[in-house]
């Protein structure tokens, strides 16, 4: 079941889920979930491709955006490069002090190889070709990969889990622009998605005009569309 229409939920564990639509092949639908404390000052939640969602809060604290992505695991590379396209045309149109873009990439992103590769940090596993890209853009953009600035023991850091249970994978990401206002990246340990991909959370504090602007805790379901629709039933 894919979902075609648009869907917004508030539960009673006081968060609340924004969903999009997947494209006429069935295949992506993006979706964040955060804590209805944070959405109370949500301006906007706008799917701008089938793969690629964006959300906007404004309010007292400093002006954030939120760029959701669903990096399907596609033979045709024309699809992957026109993804990352839209997502940097996407991200250098926004002007907003935070911008965070979290989603699955399906990339395996390895510990850095060069100095060059500052942006990564050192606690990565392993390459796949979906982990290039996504680096590279990480590179032209000036952003930050969130995931590995902290080092986590391995049950907090696997994001996906094959259907047998022998492997377990670390293709779910968080990237920012500004690596001072990030606290703390890792997996929900003990929320359950009902599909085969684990929560990320990423923690982060804004300043801006050495001002304490408060602590905002973004929850982002980052459960891939395709299998999304087995936990919203």
Not at 9 to 32: I, K, N, P, Q
Not at 79 to 89: F, Q
Not at 125 to 150: A, P, R
Request: net charge neutral; aromatic share 10%.
């Amino acid at each position: 079941m894919k979902r075609h229409h648009s869907f917004n939920a508030v539960y009673d564990t006081r968060e609340e889920l924004f969903h999009r639509t997947c494209d006429s092949r069935g295949v992506g639908g993006v979706g964040l979930l955060v804590n209805t404390s944070f959405s109370t000052n949500i301006d906007s939640f706008e799917q701008h491709t089938s793969l690629i969602g964006r959300l906007r809060r404004c309010g007292s604290t400093p002006v954030l955006t939120i760029f959701v992505v669903y990096a399907p695991m596609s033979s045709y590379d024309e699809e992957v490069e026109a993804l990352y396209m839209d997502l940097e045309k996407f991200y250098r149109e926004g002007h907003t002090f935070l911008k965070v873009i979290t989603g699955n990439f399906n990339a395996k992103i390895g510990p850095r190889r060069t100095s060059d590769e500052r942006h990564i940090g050192t606690h990565g596993l392993e390459w796949n070709e979906q982990g290039e890209l996504l680096s590279e853009f990480i590179m032209i953009t000036k952003t930050i990969h969130g995931d590995w600035q902290f080092q986590k023991p391995h049950p907090q850091r696997w994001t996906w889990e094959s259907p047998n249970g022998k492997y377990q994978n670390e293709i779910d990401h968080i990237i920012v622009n500004r690596k001072f206002c990030l606290t703390d990246v890792a997996v929900v340990l003990n929320f359950f998605t009902g599909t085969d991909h684990r929560v990320l959370r990423e923690r982060f504090i804004s300043r801006r005009k050495d001002r304490m602007c408060g602590c905002v805790l973004v929850y982002a379901d980052i459960i891939p569309p395709v299998n999304s629709a087995k936990s919203l039933q």
